[in-house]
């Protein structure tokens, strides 16, 4: 049973161009979003989150939109540079405080030249 | 952000042995950690919470007895993979949650290969 799902497996887009990955969850007690970027081997970094009583949140490049109705939200990359390429990862908390976290399948970004 | 230290990085052990992997807060106190583990090219699968000072709370399938948790004190927690066997190689992760962000802050992983 996956409750939160990354349809696309993989995305390659641009430099420069707006990169967008997508977030679908079941879960109607989710109301804490947060995206994190993995490289290989590495552990997750965290980029960005989102509440459940925001619909938008943005740090510097990076934008997370959430649309509660839908149980859908997607982050947004602009511009996107090379170094952006990774796989993300949303996941989603029942709770405010991200007390267990439910990972997304993640998407693979790569970002061309 | 918050750093959180992971080690080792990799280990390669025989079937049979027992392998402990450190998980450290390095600059701020954790309540709650959390273990992780990941097969390829899949996503990052909840093992079970780690708390200072009482018992971890395991999610569902995830053996107890096989994977020891301690977090003795508020920054460190330890995963034992005990009596490890070839399904168990794996890449594990740890990670900490930081009181009133509601941010989880991960270590860099350990892959654990069993021969």
């Known amino acids: 049973d996956q409750q939160v799902k990354q349809n696309s497996p993989s995305l390659s887009v641009q430099e420069g161009r707006i990169s967008i990955l997508n977030c679908d969850y079941t879960n109607s007690m989710f109301d804490y979003f947060l995206w994190y970027k993995k490289y290989p081997a590495e552990g997750p970094t965290f980029l960005i989150s989102?509440?459940?009583?925001?619909d938008k949140n943005e740090d510097g490049r990076f934008t997370v939109f959430l649309n509660k109705s839908a149980k859908h939200l997607s982050l947004h990359i602009v511009p996107s540079q090379p170094g952006d390429s990774a796989v993300y990862f949303c996941?989603?908390?029942?709770?405010?405080?991200?007390?267990?976290?439910?990972f997304g399948t993640g998407t693979r970004l790569q970002v061309m030249l | 952000g918050a750093v959180v230290s992971q080690h080792p990085s990799r280990v390669i052990c025989k079937s049979g042995t027992s392998v402990k992997i450190e998980c450290r807060s390095l600059?701020?106190?954790?309540?709650?950690m959390f273990w992780y583990r990941q097969f390829p090219k899949q996503s990052l699968m909840l093992m079970a919470t780690?708390?200072?000072?009482?018992?971890?709370?395991?999610e569902q399938g995830v053996e107890k007895d096989k994977f020891l948790i301690n977090h003795a004190s508020l920054t460190l927690s330890t995963l034992t993979v005990t009596s490890a066997h070839p399904e168990d190689s794996s890449f594990y992760i740890c990670s900490a949650r930081v009181e009133g962000v509601g941010i989880q802050y991960f270590g860099a992983g350990t892959r654990l290969s069993v021969l």
């Open positions: 780690s708390n200072e000072g009482s018992k971890a709370t395991y």
């Open positions: 600059d701020f106190q954790a309540t709650t």
């Open positions: 996941a989603a908390s029942p709770t405010g405080t991200a007390s267990k976290l439910t």
């Open positions: 989102i509440s459940s009583i925001k």
